[in-house]
């Protein structure tokens, strides 16, 4: 099985028109697409009459990416760090990749909102079986984190930034409905988790950022997003993209693929839009 791993080394092909180096990467030339998601940016929060983005900084790779790309537009941009029970190497590395995003660009500011005591307030004040409910409040920090994005972004006339990739988004549905999901626009959403690193390499964002292993950040044991889903990124893009003979496939491979396929069926509630009871016409009437 020939899974892409983000960790081999990206090819570079030089331009000859002005002597720099572009990577590349399944064909795809990451300069000109990290320049397409800016102009992309600019151009939709300028039609929306907005000053800019406020981006949600996790200490991982998606929030990395997205965070930069928009500074990259010149807009305002507010970057939040919000922790919460944060694991000290999770905010370690978002404190680095805030610090570099303002040294690098004049139009980001940052705010660090500490939202542990909300989020203990809120847990303690529910019934005993929502305590008890692990999931449910791992998804209710995402949710809190979404809300204070909002309010920043509201009172700064500012878009949420979406940090969702392809695989998340369209693929196994790994983001909490109205949390990270809960977004204005969503500038990484067409890329796969592969590429994202591509871009990060060829916007230089931070080797520990380069390097961390893919976490949501939702869970005090710091369990990774691979803990989670049983599967790596590498893997779920192969399967996200797999049309051949299953009959030739090894264990593992139909494996992932049981659990790609699980995983897209059981969370087509976020992807698809909310079911509308429609009336008919003659009740109406």
Not at 152 to 165: D, E, S
Not at 258 to 285: D, S
Request: net charge negative; glycine share 8%; proline share 3%.
């Amino acid at each position: 099985m020939e899974y892409y791993s983000k960790k081999k080394e990206l090819k570079r092909n030089p331009s000859r028109s002005n002597g720099k180096d572009f990577l590349f990467l399944h064909g795809m030339n990451y300069l000109k697409v990290s320049e397409h998601i800016t102009n992309w940016l600019k151009s939709y929060c300028q039609s929306a009459g907005m000053n800019g983005f406020v981006v949600g900084i996790s200490g991982g790779i998606d929030s990395a990416v997205t965070s930069t790309l928009c500074a990259k537009t010149g807009l305002e941009v507010i970057v939040l760090s919000m922790p919460i029970h944060q694991k000290n190497a999770e905010l370690g590395r978002a404190e680095k990749h805030i610090a570099w995003l303002k040294e690098n660009y004049s139009n980001v500011s940052s705010k660090d909102i500490d939202l542990t005591k909300a989020f203990d307030s809120f847990s303690s004040s529910m019934p005993a079986d929502v305590q008890d409910d692990f999931l449910s409040l791992a998804n209710a920090r995402a949710r809190l984190r979404m809300t204070t994005l909002y309010a920043v972004g509201q009172t700064n006339k500012l878009l949420v930034a979406g940090t969702g990739n392809k695989v998340e988004d369209f693929g196994v549905g790994f983001y909490t409905k109205y949390g990270d999901g809960g977004v204005d626009l969503s500038p990484i959403a067409d890329l796969m988790k592969s590429e994202v690193y591509a871009i990060a390499a060829e916007l230089d964002v931070i080797p520990e950022i380069q390097n961390a292993k893919p976490t949501d950040g939702l869970w005090e044991d710091g369990r990774t997003d691979e803990d989670q889903l049983g599967a790596s990124y590498d893997e779920l893009e192969w399967a996200m993209e797999f049309n051949g003979d299953e009959t030739k496939l090894s264990n593992r491979e139909k494996e992932v693929l049981k659990i790609y396929r699980r995983l897209n069926r059981i969370n087509q509630h976020k992807m698809k839009p909310i079911p509308v009871c429609e009336i008919p016409h003659e009740l109406k009437a």
